[in-house]
């Protein structure tokens, strides 16, 4: 038996679909599988507050708020489909089964600016010494440090038997942090491609995803502009941008997954908006904000998908080229690669 410990009970698409899908590929690949289903007071009235309120500092209309609250309590039902263990206190694991293996991640687990899961010791293995720590596509987020990690994280993360993770950034805090090369894996959402459930209820004809918030006003209007000339309505997937067509922000994490297969091309700020369009060979562009840079920036040079990045000095006719294009191939063909190496890392730390 195989336990799970990352952040399942976020209200956040590319949360719940890295669990979903590294659950789902444990599981093919022959493992029972079970999350570890940590709970804590202060960390859900975060969460939940967070998730009432999601564009800020861009004010909620109080219009929007019941279906930010439909949102949530679609993500509540799709979380308690999970394999979930018997609930625990999230400071207190002393009551966990012994597993052949804990694998922590992904997610940024070891984010120590993290708002409310920052520096919890359990996702650093406390509490977890029985075990046989493993992580997969592990991150420290936005954190970064021009020293030397703290020690008394160090010393944890030198007790994981496997170290993977999914950014440079986190390569070089690990590396620096225990003196060994940890891997450096996919993402569970492209390494281990899952399908959505339940019917399609977005809408019937073409359309092009806006997934994240707060775009700056040059993003906006460039997308618009691209989508206006073509006639190609814009639909936002989970969070009000008001420069688009149709608002759906009700949309729970399969009705976000159906879009982002469904659409003609992917505008997002966010790292799991990359994803899902690499994983639906959909034409997109990120902005790139300072909290997701480590994650986005790392990826796209992973992939070698460095044009799909923009910022305010890109000119418009790089988002026309873009948008108009395809994934390349050579794109595609490096996510082969690295799958094939992500696999290997985790069988051989799972063994």
Not at 75 to 90: D, K, N, Q, R
Not at 218 to 245: E, I
Not at 338 to 347: E, F, I, K, N
Request: glycine share 6%.
């Amino acid at each position: 038996m195989i336990g799970v410990l990352t952040f399942h009970r976020c209200i956040n698409y590319g949360s719940y679909w890295q669990t979903r899908c590294l659950v789902g590929g444990l599981s093919e690949r022959g493992h029972e599988v079970e999350v570890l289903d940590h709970h804590s007071a202060r960390v859900r009235n975060a969460e939940w507050r967070c998730a009432l309120r999601p564009t800020l500092p861009t004010p909620v209309p109080k219009s929007d708020r019941p279906l930010y609250r439909a949102k949530l309590l679609k993500f509540c039902e799709s979380i308690a489909s999970l394999p979930l263990t018997p609930p625990f206190e999230l400071d207190d694991p002393t009551d966990l089964a012994c597993y052949d293996a804990v694998v922590v991640g992904s997610d940024e687990v070891w984010n120590l600016h993290h708002c409310w899961y920052g520096r919890c010791p359990l996702f650093f293995g406390d509490g977890l010494e029985d075990q046989h720590l493993v992580s997969y596509a592990a991150s420290f987020g936005s954190y970064r440090t021009a020293t030397a990690l703290d020690a008394k994280w160090a010393n944890r993360l030198g007790a994981f038997a496997a170290i993977s993770v999914r950014d440079e950034n986190s390569r070089q805090i690990v590396a620096q942090a225990v003196g060994r090369e940890p891997a450096l894996v996919l993402d569970p959402v492209l390494q281990f491609p899952h399908t959505a459930e339940g019917d399609w209820t977005g809408p019937s004809g073409r359309f092009a995803a806006v997934y994240g918030h707060n775009f700056s006003p040059t993003f906006s209007d460039h997308v618009r502009r691209w989508a206006s000339a073509r006639g190609v309505p814009l639909m936002s997937v989970g969070y009000r941008n008001d420069w688009a067509d149709m608002q759906w922000l009700d949309a729970g994490p399969h009705d976000f997954a159906h879009a982002i297969s469904r659409s003609d091309a992917v505008a997002t700020n966010f790292f799991h908006g990359c994803v899902f369009a690499l994983l639906n060979a959909r034409p997109f562009l990120c902005e790139v904000s300072p909290y997701r840079k480590n994650k986005v920036e790392c990826l796209m040079a992973e992939l070698g998908g460095q044009r799909h990045l923009v910022t305010d000095a890109t000119p418009y006719c790089s988002y026309e080229a873009i948008l108009d294009g395809s994934v390349d191939r050579a794109i595609t063909d490096r996510v082969d690669v690295l799958r094939a190496q992500s696999m290997s890392y985790l069988d051989g730390a799972l063994r």
